[in-house]
Structures are given as C-alpha cells and as structure tokens.
C-alpha cells in the first residue's frame, strides 16, 4: 500500500504538451489583393469538450499554447460570415490537433475560401427589353438585388443561389445553381435578341468561374518586376540564403539589434537595421529576420527611429538573403520595398 501510493504521488500532476498554430507558407490563394492579413484573421482553440482555450485574433495570439493533453479544435476564419454580401470572401482553415504531454504539436493552416459567390454581367439588350425590372440573388439566408450598374460579387454560404426577377410585381426564377466553396461564378444575362421581350438566357462563363485580380502596394520604387507571387515568406527565406535580387515579405516587429537582443517597441535608437516576423505580435528575437538599412532613401523612408508606426505593417523588400545578420538570418543590399497598405 505505501510502494503503491508512494509511486502515485510521483506522477505528474495534469500532464502537459505544447500547441503551436502557424499559417502555411506558399498556400495563400492568388487572389492575394481580396485575401486580408493573417493577423486579423479570428482565431478559436477549443477542447474536445468545447471549452474555448483561446478566442481572438491570430496576431495577438500567444507564439505557444501550453495545454493538458488531449484533442484540440483550431479554427480560423478572415471574418464573420452567415448572411448574403457583397466584396466578402471569407477565407479560412479547421484543423483538429492531438496535444501529448512532453511534445510539442505544430498545426498549419493552409486558408482556402469557405463561401462562394456570383457576379452578374447584364446585357445592354436585357436592360432595353426590361429596364423596369429588378434582379436578385437570392438563397437560404437571404437576398441581394443586383441593380444594372452593380459589377461588385455576391458572396453566400455554399448551397442553392437563385437569380430572380422581379417585373411589374411578377416574379421569376430566371437560374438556379447550387454553389461550392471556393466556387465564384460569373453569369451572362441576356435576351435571345428575336424580341425585345422574348426568352431570357442566363449563360455560366466558364472562363470566369474564379476570381483573379491583381494588387497594388504603395512604397518605395516603382513596381517593374515586383511579383508578390514569388516572394518568400520570413521562414522560407532563412532557407536561401545567398540568393540575390529576391522579394521577401513579413511584418515590421522591432529593430535596435545587437549580437544578444533586439527591441520590439519604441522609442528605437538605430536607423540602420529591422526586424520581420512571419506574425506582428513576435517578441521573439530567433523568430525574426534582421534587415539592413544601408543609407539612402530606404534607410530615410523606413528607420524605426523617425517612423516608429511602422511597427506592425507588412512589408516586401528586394535584397540579398544572407545567412547570418547580428546572429540571425537576414537581408542586405535592399535595392526595393513595398509597404502593404
């Protein structure tokens, strides 16, 4: 009886492992002017019984989680989404994570689209055979009318989207299509052109089933040869180093380095150097990739010392990646930069 209970009390008590959530590298869809920064993203760690572990945004997340062992719901989201709107894609990832005591879990999120959308090209002739009538596109959580002059994509919930039309009181289904997540169809609407008030034709463009639009950053230079597709995330560039006139994007975190430590909030001392971070919140040194800020106008424009709210914004810099720059990985001889608005 004593052996047995001596041996209990020797267990540990509420055995612990440790949760770490990243969002993956080079999976960020190419639609990257509709796709919002991670740091705002809504994120919820849950147990297995439902209990919130953390609710809040991504950025101000902690870098570790250290929970009891069990199973854990990790859920992302860009923003809240339940009733039809327009512009609002909502991007997203749900992983469920296996915590064991003693280990560290990583769980990466690779967002994709969660809802889907239609966006309606009117033709002249429709709106000359019908130009009182009014356009909506409807589903199970409710509507939107699409005027004649609308060009912005409705966004719904996966499911049936009816396009309807309403004439002089009388209501029509003109077209009716279940939605996938992911799936942003584009409608021609039009007539058959026999009469003026004949059949009507709702035709999918095929070629127009995803949305592809391009982004416009603001900052130093002037875009030639800026590709934001190429560009390597903070931990994807300490694996490239040597590599010349490449684009690296990550956040502002902090800068004053020395050999030993680096200050991640002002006031700064030093114009010559930055830190990036795959997060806005870091606070962690071995984290970050140094950045320096040779003399000119990147050092003028971007030294923490005379432009300290810089700290936090994302950033895409064109230099040489190299190894080692006040004891972590960094980036020299930055010849572009653009600053995401």
Known sequence: MMSASCEALMQPFGRQGILQIRFADGTLPSTRAAFPDTNDFLL??????????????????????????????????????????????????TQVASVKAGKTTVVTLACVQLNSGIRLRIASTFITAYPGATLFLKSAAGKLMYGYKETRIAYFQPGTVNLEMNDGGVETTLFSRRLEPQQVLTLGVNVDGKSSRNGIVVQVDTTRNWTKEDITVGGGGDNAGFDMEKAYSVSEAKSHAGEEDVWVYGYIVGGDLSSSKCSFSPPFSSRTNLVLATKSSCKDKSLCMSVQLAKGNVRDNLNLVDHPSLVGRQIFIKGTIVEAYYGIPGVQNISEYQLKE
């Open 44 to 93: 919820t760690v849950s147990d297995s019984k439902g209990k919130i572990i953390y609710e809040g945004t991504y950025g101000a997340s902690q870098e570790s989680f250290t929970l009891d062992e069990g199973t854990y719901t990790v859920n992302a989201r860009s923003c809240e989404f339940s009733a039809p709107l327009f512009d609002s894609p909502q991007w997203g990832d």
